[in-house]
Nanobody, 115 residues
């Protein structure tokens, strides 16, 4: 059974940095795509960034130059490096994986950013 397990969330002050990790378990091969979405309080879920096994990345908002998605295919892990965090980045961050025409989601990890 494929599962995505996030870690690294938690409180951070505005201007700070945080690194989220997500490991895919129960997979035999690297997922075609892994990445991150987020849902802020009272808002819809939005794309943060995705990365393919070849290292191609896609970001949901061109202004999110503060965020970087990267992968370690050998470890079936995707990372989200977040810098200069702002209170509006407060959200539940979900890990996402896509492989063999199936989509997978992690349970989410909270990232509250205090002003």
């Amino acid at each position: 059974q494929v599962q995505l397990v996030e870690s690294g969330g938690g409180w951070v002050q505005a201007g700070g940095s945080l690194r989220l990790s997500c490991e895919a378990t129960g997979v035999r091969f690297s997922m075609s795509v892994m990445g991150w979405y987020r849902r802020a309080p009272g808002k819809q879920r939005e794309l943060v960034g995705l990365a393919t096994t070849r290292g191609t990345t896609t970001y949901g908002d061109p202004e999110k130059g503060r965020f970087t998605v990267s992968r370690d295919a050998a470890k079936h892990t995707v990372y989200l490096e977040m810098n200069n965090l702002k209170p509006e980045d407060t959200a539940l961050y979900y890990c996402y994986g896509y492989t063999d025409a199936e989509r997978y989601w992690g349970p989410g990890t909270q990232v509250p950013v205090s002003s």
